[in-house]
């Protein structure tokens, strides 16, 4: 049940842009992105929810395809302050706020 | 508080010693979430609290696992007779209503080794 990540990992130089799946099982009411730095704590990016609505506050876009159980997140015009590990959560009830999370994108950009 | 603290922030026990992590909550988020997340692995749940209850305690992995949450707020995951596999980051997290339009605020974590 846990949601599949791809890719695993990217490199990427700075400028360039990513694209991260998140790819579910089950039927989603909202996917979670997160940004985990090696040694630190997840920091929230992007929820979004069943019938589109979109809450985030970073200059990181997203798309959620219900019919396809799918997630994106888009990394436009890298930086290097981008580097960290994106991990997706799904949930499915839509009353708990209960994640459960992918095993996570590693994305590393350079100079 | 500011954010979710967790403590201690790292701990080494020997194998079949019990431990106590603890988490402190934002004040007024109702939700709390535990996770745990092993070396270079994805966040494992283990149990989520609304108020002081545990409608969801599905993740956690054995019976030698419990939490509790008092005052809706602080909680305490204890793990008995530690063993080896317990080695990971545990990390806390709240939410404002538990709902699925409420971000998760994570703590640091507390690094768990089991000698």
């Known amino acids: 049940q846990q949601p599949v990540q791809s890719p695993q990992a990217v490199i990427l130089r700075e400028g360039e842009d990513a694209v991260i799946n998140c790819s579910s099982s089950k039927a989603l009411y909202s996917v979670h992105w997160y940004r985990q730095k090696h040694g630190e704590a997840p920091v929230f990016l992007m929820i979004l929810l069943k019938g589109g609505e979109q809450k985030g506050h970073e200059k990181i876009s997203a798309s959620f395809n219900e019919k396809k159980q799918q997630s994106s997140l888009y990394l436009t015009a890298s930086q290097l302050s981008y580097s960290g590990t994106y991990f997706c959560?799904?949930?499915?009830?839509?009353?708990?706020?209960?994640?459960?999370f992918g095993q996570g994108t590693t994305l590393q950009v350079k100079p | 508080g500011a954010g979710v603290s967790q403590s201690p922030s790292n701990k080494v026990t020997e194998k079949g010693k019990d431990v106590e992590l603890r988490c402190d909550p934002i004040?007024?988020?109702?939700?709390l979430y535990w996770y745990r997340q092993r070396l270079g692995q994805g966040l494992e749940f283990l149990i989520y609290f609304q108020g002081n209850s545990a409608p969801d305690k599905s993740g956690l992995p054995s019976d030698r696992f419990s939490a509790e949450r008092t005052g809706e707020s602080v909680s305490t995951l204890t793990i008995q007779r530690t063993q080896q596999e317990d080695s990971a980051v545990y990390l806390c997290a709240s939410s404002l209503r538990g709902r699925n339009n409420s971000p998760l605020h994570f703590g640091n974590g507390t690094r768990l080794t089991v000698t």
């Open positions: 959560g799904t949930e499915w009830t839509g009353n708990t706020g209960k994640l459960i």
């Open positions: 004040s007024g988020h109702t939700a």
